[in-house]
């Protein structure tokens, strides 16, 4: 049977949809998610209606701009990482957002924990990578320890998801204009 992505949650308002993407650190994955996700959303005609935030559940980085390894994978695929600045992911980002995607299992525990552990399982919490049309589900590596090319990785999965993610939004009653 061929896959599908989930259904994205409905808007909490209509006409608008915001979008959060969760790391570590916020320096390598989460920004190269931001700065694609937010390129494809203005492509798609989607700007007015969708916004994109990044964060990382971790703080040692708050206020740095991208890691250069990262910076320099987009700057080389025509991207521009120079407006970036790290953001510690907080409680009230799970009011403020739609969806809230994080890049690997330890991400989305953490924002979990943050919820309360006994929560109720949130349709706005999920990872990233059940919106990858190829791996329908895995966690986007930690680039940070290896090699140029694990930032490389990243993004090619990064713009495959993204695809798939803006596919949905074109799908919401309201977002485009065109409802
Ligand atoms: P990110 O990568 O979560 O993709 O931004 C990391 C950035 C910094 C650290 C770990 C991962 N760190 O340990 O400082």
């Not at 309360?116 to 930690?142: K, Q, W, Y």
């Amino acid at each position: 049977m061929s896959w599908l992505p989930p259904p994205l949650p409905a808007p909490r308002q209509p006409g608008r949809y915001a979008v959060a993407l969760v790391c570590l650190g916020n320096i390598c994955r989460s920004p190269i998610a931001d700065v694609v996700l937010s390129e494809r959303v203005d492509e798609a005609g989607l700007a007015g209606h969708v916004t994109v935030a990044s964060s990382g559940t971790g703080g040692w980085h708050v206020g740095d701009p991208m890691d250069p390894r990262a910076a320099s994978v987009l700057l080389a695929h025509d991207y521009d990482p120079s407006l970036h600045r790290a953001r510690q992911f907080a409680a009230s980002w799970l009011e403020e957002h739609d969806l809230v995607l994080c890049m690997d299992a330890r991400n989305l525990e953490d924002v979990t924990s943050v919820r309360g552990e006994d929560s109720a399982p949130d349709e706005r919490l999920r990872l990233f990578g059940d919106f990858d049309p190829v791996t329908h589900g895995a966690e986007v590596p930690d680039p940070y320890y290896g090699g140029p090319e694990g930032f490389e990785e990243v993004l090619a999965m990064v713009e495959r998801t993204c695809a798939t993610i803006v596919s949905g939004l074109q799908r919401i009653p309201g977002l485009t204009g065109r409802s």
